[in-house]
């Protein structure tokens, strides 16, 4: 093993426990080289599918896709593994490509990794157009590399403000309706001050302080600060000069001095026990904070830096296996398992955003008019991972081989500035360590 090697083993192999709805681990191995080695087969026999376990009405959803896939045909049978979340990622990580499954879900900042060593191959062939076509903006940016897709996935996700109307009308605060009058930086920090000069304890703000930052849910929640002062995590493979600007710690020095009014939630319940009036989270916090303040509830934007709002976005996708022998049945089966039907129900269990166009108009959460229809108006303005305009919102983790340093680094910078560190320094640092790292592994380049 050379020595570039034996660097990429010591940080693109660095465990992560992603937060959100995610918990992923880096993928690591050979890397490099040419496309995955997948056969189309003969689209009949039996196929191997692996899927992560989650919460039971999502694994109820899944077990039924199958069932009913299965009953549909009589060419193809799929046999489903489900494996525990918290040891998914891991278990692909430590499989050998020739071990893995014709058809698997991975966690979405981790498919251009598997990509590298090729553990999936480009779906593109074997899904049908209709497919590709249903499929939202969004969700096509983060499975494609180089013109070529390698995931879609069911549901979405997104981030934005929750709001208590009845503390913010306590209080005076005019706030957002929708994305076209969000609140500037300075128009949110006004409103922690009025906020805090009616709250007992003057903390009324949650920041999910509780899960700790210095993890991907530390990069999910935040680097929309990044993109919204115009900067980037990365942009043409490097960092400096993207991550590190004035603009941004600038940003991030604002992000500092909102702890003054931060709740700690040790409890997870300052929103829902009314001890705060904003909670900047994601879309899976929906069901307890609705059941518990009904129509006192609103959904808002993040706030902007200067380069226009911006969310987040992403989340568990399916693939072909990179050594499969049957990728026609492979395609087959996501073209059923991608379909209106699974995606409807899967996305009734676990309250994400379809990932299709025609699922998320019909949504009663996400249409037009509904409670969260911020995030659908949000996923709709895509920016993808490298083009991040004033007037795009949803914007794609970078999709490299080499993400895993990528939010290793960062996630450890805004968990020290949030601490009190020097944003410029830390900022500096991050970026160093990442570009040290991309050039030691010829910038994780996939043909």
């Known amino acids: 093993m050379s020595s570039t090697n034996r660097r990429y083993r010591r940080t693109a192999c660095t465990s992560l426990a ?17 496309d995955a080695s997948a056969e189309a087969g003969s689209g009949k026999g039996t196929i191997s599918v692996w899927a992560h376990q989650g919460q039971k009405s999502e694994d109820t959803a899944m077990q039924n896709a199958v069932k009913s896939f299965n009953s549909s045909q009589s060419k193809i049978k799929v046999k489903l593994k489900l494996i525990p979340g918290n040891d998914y990622t891991k278990t692909i990580t430590t499989t050998d490509a020739s071990e893995l499954p014709d058809v698997m879900e991975f966690d979405g900042p981790t498919m251009a990794n598997f990509v590298y060593n090729k553990k999936l191959a480009p779906i593109d062939t074997y899904v049908s157009a209709k497919t590709l076509d249903n499929a939202t903006a969004a969700n096509k940016s983060q499975g494609e590399i180089g013109g070529k897709h390698y995931g879609l996935g069911m549901y979405d996700s997104g981030l934005g403000i929750y709001g208590n109307k009845k ?3 306590a209080a005076g605060v005019k706030y957002p309706t929708s994305l076209d009058d969000d609140w500037t930086a300075a128009q949110f920090n006004a409103a922690l001050k009025a906020l805090k000069a009616k709250d007992s304890d003057g ?9 700790g930052y210095a993890t991907e849910g530390g990069t999910y929640a935040f680097s929309p600060i990044v993109w919204s002062a115009g900067g980037a995590l990365l942009k043409d493979g490097k960092a400096a000069g993207a991550l590190d600007t004035p603009a941004v710690a600038s940003a991030l020095k604002t992000f500092q001095s909102w702890k003054t009014y931060v709740d700690p939630n040790t409890d997870g319940n300052a929103f829902t026990n009314g001890r ?18 009904g129509d006192d509830l609103v959904v808002l934007p ?7 709002p911006k969310t987040g ?24 398992l991608l379909g209106d039907t699974n995606v409807t129900a899967m996305t009734t269990a676990n309250g994400a955003p379809p990932a299709t166009k025609t699922a998320l108009t019909k949504s009663p959460l996400y249409k037009q ?6 995030f659908a108006d949000q996923l709709a303005k895509p920016c993808g991972d490298n083009d991040i305009t004033q007037s795009c919102v949803a914007v794609t983790r970078p999709v490299t081989a080499g993400y895993p340093t990528v939010t290793a680094k960062f996630s450890e910078a805004v968990n020290s500035i949030y601490g009190g560190a020097d944003p410029k320094s830390a900022l500096a640092k991050a970026a160093r360590a990442i570009d040290q790292d991309f050039s030691d592994n010829a910038g994780y380049k996939i043909p």
């Open 302 to 308: 993040l706030p902007d830096f200067g380069n226009g």
């Open 167 to 169: 503390l913010l009308d």
């Open 369 to 374: 008019g509904g409670p969260l229809q911020l």
């Open 18 to 34: 992603l937060a959100l709805p995610l918990t992923a681990l880096a993928a690591c191995g050979g890397g490099g080289g040419t």
């Open 203 to 211: 903390k009324p703000l949650d920041l999910q302080e509780n899960a």
């Open 313 to 336: 976005q992403g989340s568990w996708a399916w693939g072909i296996g990179g050594d499969t022998k049957n990728a026609k049945a492979a395609g087959a089966f996501l073209d059923h």
């Open 276 to 293: 705060v009036a904003l909670s900047w989270t994601g879309h899976w916090m929906y069901p307890g904070y609705g059941k518990v303040l």
